[in-house]
């Protein structure tokens, strides 16, 4: 009985070790980069949306070099955007309240990425926080769009250009 138990054990144990090294085989990432406008006029206290960011994918290629298809694609989240303001030099977020970011497309409409409603004193980078949203939909397409909602805090005299980083993590089954 003993030997039984413990074959079992050992079964269980090399499956779902198998299953975590298999999942992590098929799960890579995708790094896209866009450029966020914040102009000099824009109004202080309301929640307003910023210029929309149109992002042209390049997944099917993506895919194709981590040895899979669209199809097989089965899980899709963001797993990290960074903020970086990239101008002016030596700008920092205090001017702002919150920040939304969202992901949309014409056939599934918009998706809340990431958000941060405290952003911290003199920092020039921001890291959001995730909603784990699930974007198989929007990685899978041709395109999307990125838009930005935000609330500023205080007026800005000169436009800030915003780098954002976003990673998403993709899982597939193989070819």
């Not at 890579?28 to 966020?36: C, G, L």
């Not at 070099?65 to 977020?93: C, H, W, Y």
């Not at 990431?114 to 911290?120: G, N, R, S, V």
């Amino acid at each position: 009985m003993k030997k039984a138990l413990f074959v079992l054990m050992a079964f269980v144990v090399f499956f779902g070790t198998a299953c975590e090294k298999l999942d992590e085989l098929l799960t890579f990432y995708i790094n896209e980069d866009e450029t966020i406008k914040i102009e000099s006029n824009f109004p202080i206290g309301a929640v307003v949306p910023l210029t929309p960011v149109a992002v042209t994918t390049n997944s099917q290629e993506t895919f194709k070099n981590n040895n899979t298809r669209a199809e097989l694609v089965k899980d899709v989240t963001l797993n990290k955007l960074t903020l970086t303001i990239s101008d002016p030099q030596g700008q920092n977020f205090n001017f702002l309240k919150n920040i939304e970011i969202y992901i949309s497309n014409s056939e599934n409409g918009d998706t809340r990425l990431a958000y941060l409603d405290e952003i911290p004193q003199n920092v020039s980078s921001l890291t959001l926080k995730s909603t784990n949203a699930q974007l198989d939909k929007y990685i899978k397409s041709d395109s999307y769009t990125i838009k930005t909602k935000a609330t500023l805090a205080k007026p800005i005299s000169q436009d800030i250009s915003i780098r954002a980083d976003m990673r998403f993590k993709v899982t597939a089954d193989p070819i």
